[in-house]
């Protein structure tokens, strides 16, 4: 595993495992800090939270989820060791899915606004 | 500390050289994995071969297989290091000039070949 | 004041296009004034959706493509953007064939024959001009098209009925037919390439947040007074073609509907509104497929770029400008190609305009310009609407005959 290329992008979409083989979700964000002048993953976002985290639909999808008496997938956040990333195609945890920490709004945040003056 | 969401504010952003002129969209970004440190961002890719590869791996290597055809630069995507990000948000801007880089190769052939040669192409 | 005045101007001369004709002409002889209230509410439908763009690229300055590549990433867009091309090629193609058929009106000579002219006209024009006289320029001369406003006033319709078309109700006869064309209007109205066309434009014109008081003017304004043309078109083939029992298969017989108030210039000026309308808006949808391939992959585009600062996005208009034409050359009927390709964008309407909704909603684009509660409530339920009356409606039509 060391030293070995893998494209962000193909991981996209892909479903995530506990170490027991549990079904926790999909692979939807990727979340990078600066550490010793370099950046690097910090960490991976799962679950259906995260999805609507990314497309920004909390709101309604909480809503619709509410009508129809669903409970909404809160989405977790998963430290970059704790997801082994040597198998693409299936991508597993090294914990278990109770060990999870779940999204909060506060992560919301931490995006950057999008409609702040532009090149062309 | 400073947090980059690299799917929503990088991935399909545009990308811009360090005069603002478009090089196309960010439509890979390579990590390195290392033994007992968190995977360090390593590039930025660009190029049809890398979106083909996000639609099946199968699709990548036909284009990378097309791509060669046409050049020996033409069959990889073209890659620009992390460290020349200056900005991203609305564009990615990065350090580097587009005109030396292969990512203009189809504009300039298209204009040397036919664009160029028609009447009243400027 | 300026910038709205021409603003409106360029949105009268710009709203006819070969689908709204075609449609409305039909609507009129089929079913008189019964369908009216179809056009004011995909008039309704598309000054949101119009403003809606110019908004998002004023605010966020991304283009309607851009953002939604960027937001929703190259997997899923590929759906929306395959089917845009799709339905740009083939409203391209009937746009280019109205104006074939305009010159065939006046000539005698086929339209089949007027076909790489006009494309090679449309292509010169392209790579020449600008963005600014292309927009105003093509529209100035669109407002030929009010003659059809003019022709209602000549031919004294019944008011009351009139306004009761404003009123849904359901046909006496031929419904499976009725509700097809209702599609059909919905179709032609609410065609996705204004709204692409018109968040590129925005971005060419430079317009930033001080222009979002124009931009709601324009759109208001200028789509309200362009739906007067269309109605018009829709009042005087129900007074003139409607009593005589006349369906319309062909150009031919529509272009006699201004006959009636002004003679034999009334053929001609049907024949010059039919093709100058079309060819305002070949150009639109040209050079639209070209910045929906351009800003899709991230190429450097503009109209008031050279071609050769551009080379792939004049690369990409010429490819489809003269490929859409060769379907006109093969002898395919416009009038048919014309209703169909409006149908087929009624299916394809959610798809578009959907993920356009949640980019409206979407706080780190549009910060506090944000869509509300009416703008969002308006655009669901008439795609909604458009959607299943489609999904219902071609099936009817198909096998109903």
Redesign the interface.
Known sequence: ??????????L??HKVFDAKGKRVGRL????????DN?????EYWIGGGALLH????RG?ARALLGFFGAKENAGFKVS??KLD?SHPKRLRLNCAHHELEKLTEKDKT??????????? | ?????????V?DD?L?DRK?RPMGKV?????????D??????YL?TGLN?VA??FSTRLGKLAERIGRKWGVRHGKPFRIP?DKVRD????V?VDIDVDETPVMDWEKWLNKKIIGRIPGSG | MLEITLGIVTSIGGFLDVGAIATAVQAGAAFKFQLIWVVALGTICVIFLVEMSGRLAA????TLVD?LR????V?FYLVPFVAEIIVDFLVLAAEIGGVCLALQLVTGISFRWWALPVAFVLWLLLWRGTFSIIEKGTSLFGLITLCFVVAVFVLHPPWREVATGFMPSLPAHDHANYWFIAVAILGALISPYLFYFYSSGT?EDKWDKSYLGVNRAVSALGMSFGSFVSLGVLIVAALVLSPRGIMVDNYEQAAMILTEPFGYWGFILFAASLGIACFGAALEVGLDQAYVVAQALGWNWGENQHPKEDARFSMTYTIFIFASSLLMVAGIDPLTLTIFSMALTAVVLPLVILPFL?LM???????EHRNGIISNSVVILIIVLTFVLAVVAIPLEIFGG
């Open positions: 595993m060391a030293n070995r290329e893998v494209h962000i992008e193909r996209l979409g939807e964000e990727v979340i990078a800090v600066r550490q370099e950046w690097v993953v910090q990314r497309l920004s639909v309604v970059w060791d990333l931490t995006r950057r606004r999008k409609h702040q003056g532009r090149s062309k | 500390m400073k947090k980059i969401h690299l799917i929503c504010d991935l545009q811009v603002k439509d890979g970004i390579v990590i390195i994995l290392r033994k440190k968190p995977p360090r961002l390593a890719e890398t590869h996000r992390w991203y948000g609305i564009d801007e | 605010v966020s300055k991304h953002a960027e937001r929703f990433g997997n971005i949640i909603n979407d706080e780190h684009y549009m910060g």
